[in-house]
């Protein structure tokens, strides 16, 4: 939760945490092994072709290449362990700002933002700490992962899960294992792209994973209902607070007499 008074962002504004310590390393660990995942991954599916026969001589030979593959395919499970011990630890705290729970007010709010955005509408959707956008990719990234740590493990370990399963699982998964690792790639190259990076609100990049601090007016732009409670628990700094991005313009003052 933010603290009262005294945080600044880069640029000297007003500022609140929004990502814990924990929380930024997670993301970054996330985003070594994810990245370090396709790089190694995509050239042994694609062997046959001429850049991923060439990456896989640059990585030093298929056996290094899946060696590092597998090392950060097996960071990557540590850390979806993690992350659900950490869920499960933190679910009863009074203050669920971690809440990633879909309902169908996201659907809700996502039919509202496609009437804004196509300009049928006026009205912005009052977004809470996370948006509908930031929940499909949290769930994705966790249906993804199960699926490609399942499909991974077969192939890794073949002969063990044979003993139990029929053999067809390890050509079934090995196409499920590729099919989802181009999904999620494209899935990061469109939606995560877009929204952390192109989106106009924080283009070139949102620094929030990375600082672990959102600006008062950002906030209050982006999560007015997140800012509205906040503010009615007392958890925002003292002193002037940002307007309403859509509230009507400060009266002009008196003119000369």
């Known amino acids: 939760m933010g603290r009262p008074g005294g945080m ?101 709010d996502m039919l509202a933002d496609v009437r804004l955005l196509s300009g049928r509408s006026e009205e912005r959707p009052r977004f809470g700490r996370f948006d509908y956008r930031q929940k499909f990719e949290y769930w994705a990234v966790l249906w993804g992962t199960v699926i490609m740590a399942a499909t991974g493990l077969i192939m890794w370990f073949p002969s063990t899960v044979t003993q139990w399963l029929p053999g067809v699982v390890v050509p079934a998964a090995r196409v499920a294992h590729g099919g989802e690792a181009l999904l999620a790639m494209l899935s990061v190259v469109l939606w995560h792209f877009y929204n952390a990076h192109f989106r106009p609100d924080v283009f070139p990049m949102d620094p929030a994973m990375f600082s672990g601090k959102i600006t008062l007016e950002r906030l209050r732009h982006e999560h007015p209902e997140e800012f509205d409670e906040l503010q009615e628990i007392g958890a925002l700094p003292e002193g002037r607070l940002p307007e309403p991005a859509d509230s009507p313009p400060a009266p002009a003052g008196p003119g000369p007499a």
């Open 8 to 108: 600044k962002d880069g640029r000297g504004d007003s500022a609140l945490e929004r990502f814990s310590l924990a929380q930024r390393v997670e993301h970054f660990l996330l985003l070594i092994s994810f990245n370090a995942l396709v790089i190694t991954g995509l050239p042994q599916k694609y062997s046959s072709v001429g850049w991923g026969e060439r990456l896989i001589v640059l990585f030093g030979g298929i056996d290094q290449t899946r060696f590092i593959h597998r090392t950060f395919a097996v960071i990557l499970i540590a850390l979806g362990f993690y992350h659900l011990v950490v869920v499960v630890a933190t679910r009863k705290r009074p203050v669920r700002r971690h809440d990633m729970n879909l309902s169908i007010r996201d659907i809700r």
